[in-house]
């Protein structure tokens, strides 16, 4: 069963119609990226799937249950994580005081909070700016205390939107890998980004949303390929066989199979 179903999703403003009929679902441990022209749709269809915007017509299924008109706090609580485009990091907390925040409405006892912020600040490389104060944090340091305090309320599923929006190269490759890691710790990943050569070099699945509709849904390979998208979205300019072998490397480096092997085979 699908983590994630949107289904004939349709959102109906006064003088246009957004979204028209838009399906796509996530599954567990998959990496989903929606893609799509500024006016496409595509935040639209993102922001239903979030809660941050209500469907006209269609459904949003999480893990079996209707959420469709659930509100973005009830939809957190069930295990849907989401991490918004602009900075929300709590500026004037300290950055293990940002984890605290969320922690305290976990249902685990004092020690297993402390354990587990201890356990999340030392995965995201954060344990030596645990006292620093989140808002003099870097650009990548703030995206990374982020995503840790994502993880702090235990998700299934996280939509990030616009992850490598504003930020440098390094940074962008980082937080590839960081999206990567959580998909090999079981974790699904839908997001969205205008950066489509980091996105498709990341992403297991992909849908193109043009017009309010679903142009092409497939891996990178599929949707560059695909004729409608190339004429529509991509263009003519896009070095295909260069992103595929990218992505073929991107994927082989954080294969969840490579860190079952030997270190010497691993490192090959």
Known sequence: MSLLQCIGLVKQYPSKRAVDDVSFHVEPGEIVGLLGPNGAG????FSMAVGLVTPTQGRVIFNGVDVTRWPLYKRAQHGMGYLPQKDSVFGKLSVEQNLYAVL????KSYRDRMARADELLDMFGLTDKRKQ??????G?????????????????????????TGIDPVTIHSIQDM??????????ILFT?????????????????????????GDAETVLRDEKARMHYFGDRFDIDSILRARDAFQRLHSPERFDLPPDQAAA
């Open 104 to 107: 305290e409405f976990q249902p």
């Open 193 to 217: 980004d205008h950066r489509e050569t980091e996105t498709l070099t990341l992403t297991d699945r992909n849908y193109i949303v043009f017009a309010g509709h679903i142009l092409a849904n």
């Open 42 to 45: 595509k935040s639209t269809s």
């Open 140 to 164: 990548g340091e703030r995206r990374r205390c982020e995503i840790a305090r994502c993880l702090a309320s235990d998700p299934k599923l996280i939509l990030l939107d616009e992850p490598f």
């Open 133 to 138: 104060t989140a808002g003099t944090l870097s």
């Open 179 to 188: 999206i990567a890691d959580l998909r090999n710790r079981g974790i699904s």
